[in-house]
């Protein structure tokens, strides 16, 4: 019983850290393109932020809506994918 509660206590400890970090790391490079105007940056800030919201919403699905780990890691990797879509075309992109 105690090491179900350990392990969750530590998924959530990981996935508020997961949150914050991807939430700064959005944050900053959503500072970057409004200073710089680059398109590539803003890309980059949106690409992260799917992955973060991929994070939360994973979260938010298996422990407050109660549908089940395994729809919190569909969501979760679906959005994911498309944030790391999203970066590796901000990485490719030459347009200013």
Same mark, same amino acid.
């Given at each position: 019983? $105690?090491?179900?509660?350990?392990?969750?206590?530590?998924?959530? +400890? *990981?996935? @508020? &850290?997961?949150?914050? !970090?991807? %939430?700064?790391?959005?944050?900053?490079?959503?500072?970057?393109?409004?200073?710089?105007? $680059?398109?590539?940056?803003?890309?980059?800030?949106?690409?992260? +932020? *799917?992955? @973060? &919201?991929?994070?939360? !919403?994973? %979260?938010?699905?298996?422990?407050?809506?109660?549908?089940?780990?395994?729809?919190?890691?569909?969501?979760?990797?679906?959005?994911?994918?498309?944030?790391?879509?999203?970066?590796?075309?901000?990485?490719?992109?030459?347009?200013?």
């Amino acid at each position: 019983m $105690s090491y179900d509660i350990t392990v969750t206590t530590l998924i959530i +400890g *990981f996935k @508020t &850290l997961t949150l914050v !970090l991807g %939430g700064l790391i959005t944050y900053l490079a959503y500072r970057a393109y409004r200073r710089t105007h $680059s398109r590539s940056l803003g890309a980059l800030a949106v690409g992260f +932020g *799917f992955v @973060t &919201l991929g994070t939360f !919403l994973a %979260g938010v699905v298996d422990q407050l809506l109660d549908a089940g780990f395994q729809t919190g890691l569909l969501i979760e990797s679906a959005l994911i994918a498309v944030g790391f879509l999203i970066i590796v075309y901000s990485l490719y992109t030459t347009r200013p």
